[in-house]
């Protein structure tokens, strides 16, 4: 760690992409000083502290600053470990402030069970497993600082999900990694994926022993915890014998294309982790990239295109998990931009953090509001309907800046694969004419990956 450390020459050009810093102007807000802070433990001139702790925490892992360090410095890695280092010290590793935790300590105010009911039931009634990374990011604070609070499903969509017989035993086998986003808070967006390939003639594989992908414990520090979720993971979709893994959510989709590095110290499990991680890919990207969905789009019927009406304008945020943890930022404007009936249009700052940032949004409520809101001017200047975002924290985020603005009613938010289901579910195209479409062909041929 010592010697990454040194690499950092401090010429500062990452303060000019750390959200965190542009909202603070804080040194130990950005990667320099935090880097210069774990160097002067890693020499011995200062001990690890819980003051230490809430610097490191003060990051959104977002990855703006390795992407313009001409040294090539690792920095959110390095910040990731010296978490881990104070989460294995237990000096920081304090069991989460869950509210499962908060219900039974009695600690829960009136307000918040109000605004919380339905979370709160659902997360009392177990609905959501303990292993789930969403304990982590509902503390008490959720539900006393925001304005929204997310209805959880009553059902989550991997209860609910009943596979239908294969309509293309022929095609690649696709799994869906769905993730606690996706099956908890937003199964549309999961169901809009299912039923999307099956209008093209695809059917996903679903596990039902699925778990959290290990996010929410990697990024406070909990390696082994993250080590074990994905352990799990691991062994349901490679016994599945899989050419893909599609994810609906950008933060989870990160996670797992980094699995092979969360066990780059464990030969046993490297090699079957890096195969699960090459399978991976965002379900837009796959649509847009591999079948060619945009073509199929284009061949819908006249009554599935809006003719006459006004378009609706939608504005696209860029995740930082999909624009820097995956380089993807084409294939979802692709796939909006082929949608009969949509506008895409532009906010200015198209590669600004939003400031959710998965536990930063939990344990540091304010600053990452203050982010937001600097997100939110950019939107309400272009005027959407909705903005939309491949990330479920990007959505949660996007919910509460819209209310905080008072545009709720005036601008929505949605996953763009809501709006792609939307326009083909009321479409139908013969078995004949599919069959000619790029779609179908990419389906019959090799995986493509
Ligand atoms: S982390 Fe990279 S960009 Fe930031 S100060 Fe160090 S060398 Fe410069
Ligand atoms: S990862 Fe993002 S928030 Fe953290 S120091 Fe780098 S740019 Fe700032």
């Not at 040294?71 to 910040?79: G, P």
């Not at 959290?212 to 390696?223: K, R």
């Not at 499990?269 to 847009?288: I, N, Y």
């Not at 789009?297 to 378009?311: D, V």
Request: with cysteine.
């Amino acid at each position: 760690m010592e010697t990454d450390l040194n690499r950092c020459k401090r010429c500062g050009q990452c303060m000019s992409v750390c959200p965190v810093y542009q909202a603070t102007f804080r040194e130990d807000d950005v990667a320099r000083g935090k880097l210069a802070l774990l160097e002067s433990v890693e020499t011995g001139t200062m001990r690890w502290s819980d003051r230490l702790g809430e610097i490191l925490s003060r990051c959104l892992l977002c990855g703006a600053c390795a992407q313009v360090c001409a040294s090539r410095v690792e920095t959110t890695l390095l910040i990731q470990l010296g978490r881990r280092r104070l989460f294995e010290d237990q000096k920081r590793g304090e069991p989460q402030n869950s509210v499962l935790r908060s219900v039974r300590e009695g600690r829960l105010s009136a307000r918040a069970l109000l605004k919380g009911g339905a979370l709160l039931q659902a997360l009392a009634c177990k609905k959501i497993p303990e292993t789930s990374g969403l304990h982590l990011r509902f503390p008490l604070s959720f539900f006393t600082e925001r304005n929204t609070v997310p209805p959880i499903a009553w059902t989550p969509f991997l209860d609910a999900f009943r596979p239908e017989p294969a309509a293309n035993a022929e095609g690649p086998r696709i799994g869906f990694f769905v993730g606690c986003g996706a099956n908890y808070l937003f199964p549309d967006i999961a169901r809009a994926l299912v039923r999307i390939l099956g209008r093209v003639g695809a059917t996903l594989v679903v596990p039902e022993d699925q778990g959290c992908c290990g996010l929410p414990a990697y990024v406070s520090g909990d390696t082994k915890t993250a080590r074990k979720l994905a352990k799990k993971n691991i062994k349901v979709f490679e016994s599945l014998e899989l050419d893909a893994i599609l994810t609906v959510c950008a933060s989870c989709g990160s996670h797992l294309k980094a699995l092979a590095s969360l066990f780059a110290d464990d030969p046993s499990f490297h090699d079957v982790a890096d195969s699960m991680a090459r399978k991976h890919m965002d379900a837009m990207t796959f649509l847009v990239n591999h079948l060619g969905i945009e073509g199929y789009l284009k061949a819908l019927e006249p009554t599935g295109r809006q003719n006459g009406t006004k378009p609706l304008r939608v504005a696209y945020h860029d995740p930082c998990h999909l624009r820097i943890g995956q380089e993807i930022t084409q294939a979802p404007r692709k796939l909006l931009q082929a949608v009969p009936g949509l506008q895409l249009v532009e906010a200015s700052h198209p590669g600004q953090c939003c400031g959710h940032g998965g536990d930063f949004n939990r344990s540091h409520f304010p600053l990452s509001m203050k982010i937001l809101e600097r997100r939110m001017e950019d939107f309400e200047k272009a005027q959407p309907d909705k903005i939309v975002t491949g990330c479920t924290g990007c959505l949660l985020q996007f919910a509460e800046g819209i209310s905080r603005r008072g545009l709720a009613g005036k601008i929505g938010v949605c996953h763009p694969l809501v709006l792609v289901e939307k326009a083909i579910a009321p479409c139908l195209i013969p078995a004949q004419r599919r069959k000619d479409l790029p779609v179908f062909q990419a389906l019959h041929a090799d995986a493509g990956q």
